[in-house]
DNA sequence: GTCTATAGCTGGATAGAC
DNA sequence: GTCTATCCAGCTATAGAC
């Protein structure tokens, strides 16, 4: 691996731990093994090689939800499956994380790829979801982009109570919950 | 409003606004007109000052969530009172977002007022909606506990929706895709 | 109680040698 | 491409005067 690529990847490792506010040049270097002229040679500077890092985590986001979004069987099991996807509960979500950074949403740069991320997560939940309502798996009273919303929301918001209660417990109850709501509805 | 008191309001703001790794001694000095000997005169610390701050910040959601959950009105509509609450929808909420914060999650001390207030909001919620079943409002087979954290993770994570989009639509919608689906079952 | 001085450390970056 | 030296501002706190 290249001294970019380990700059890069070390980058997403502590964004995702310590967000950007917490994390510095300096503790990028050491992690990856790079001296300082190195990462000012490879990057402009640290809001350059963090969006370098936010946008690689954004995509490794979105490839990861399609396995389970665009995989077979039926709208709820797709659904399902993006819910039960494996998870790193106490660590949180390494995109919903940098939304609470207050440089990232001041910055419409390094925001961008956080946005986008979720733009596409709430359409491809709606697409599976009025799929099902097409298909008569779900009812026809069913708003796609209201509950695709809620959907997505329940995830980010499992990730805070878990890493408020130091446990994946509350992660696991508000993902339990709202299966069964949907499954509730699913039987006509 | 006495130096010690103006200490605490302004940590809290910053601490909402910037998270613990954002928010420097200094900030909080200039943002509460008090001179540096002032403020370790009456805090030990930046850990001492932002504890007495988030213990504030506890307490006061847990009061406002109270104003909604202990009205009159059926479990729905307390619920949804909750929901509705008047929320500053990009700004996030003051608690949820030191749950993210790396330094609050590593000491026990600090985290220890955000575990409370959650554990508390998800019984609070849990006992509206057993309330809601024994009074035959909602289905017996409704998961109280489940349910609960269900309705929590929808606001926490419509926030980091909102954020991410610089809009509080996300959040919005997250909201009233929740209300529905409780909506969809209570018809029976 | 509040003020100023001082201190050592880190943050984020530039410059120039190799 | 990588290394070391250097820079100035900010962080967090202590000390002692008033």
Do not use: N
Request: with cysteine; charged share 30%; hydrophobic share 40%.
């Amino acid at each position: 691996m290249d001294t970019s690529e380990r700059l890069i990847r070390s980058t997403q490792e502590l964004l995702w731990d310590r967000g950007y506010v917490g994390t510095s040049p300096k503790a990028i270097q050491q992690r990856a093994q790079a001296g300082q002229g190195s990462m000012y040679h490879h990057f402009k500077g640290k809001p350059d090689l963090a969006l370098a890092a936010i946008r690689r985590s954004a995509e490794e986001l979105r490839a990861e939800s399609e396995v389970a979004l665009g995989g077979g069987g039926t709208a709820l099991e797709r659904i399902e499956k993006y819910l039960r996807r494996e998870r790193d509960v106490l660590r949180g979500c390494p995109v919903g994380r940098l939304a609470q950074d207050p440089d990232i949403i001041a910055s419409d740069d390094l925001r961008q790829p956080v946005h986008e991320t979720f733009d596409w997560l709430r359409h491809r939940l709606a697409e599976v979801l009025a799929d099902g309502v097409a298909r008569d798996e779900l009812p026809a009273d069913l708003d796609p982009e209201d509950t695709a919303a809620t959907v997505a929301a329940v995830v980010q918001g499992g990730y805070v109570l878990a890493r408020a209660a130091s446990s994946p417990e509350p992660f696991e109850r508000a993902i339990d919950g709202v299966r069964k709501l949907l499954g509730a509805i699913s039987q006509h």
